[in-house]
């Protein structure tokens, strides 16, 4: 049996577990723009990286996977990964009309570098 609905960090996943005596956790809206959710609720702690190089590689994989349309599927998740950033509004106001690929590659560096 899996569980799912509302997990959104290791504390709502314990819970859920303990609640349901579930075999698996199923999580949606919890992992978008934070994908390393999966990971931190299983290790207790938030992995390393650098936000900026993760957002260029999840872009990447999105255009291998559906070419140069992979631009237009990957804004909002450019999106999610912004949310509760200082600068979202114009950050996403401009990335959203930008179709220069090189253009939005430097506005996500610029936009998140420093960030983990
Ligand atoms: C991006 C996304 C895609 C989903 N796709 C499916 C799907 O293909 N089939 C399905 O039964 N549920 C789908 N769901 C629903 C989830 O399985 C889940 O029931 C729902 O999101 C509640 O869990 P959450 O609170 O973790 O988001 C999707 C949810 C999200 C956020």
Redesign the pocket.
Known sequence: MIA????VDRESALSAESITGADGL?????A?GRPWILSEIETGKKPEFDLADLVLEHLDLMLDYYGLHGLKVARKHIAWYAKGKKGLAEFCQKVYVETDLKKVKLMIKDFFEGEG
């Open positions: 799912n609905g509302d997990i199923m999580i949606g809206r919890g978008l």
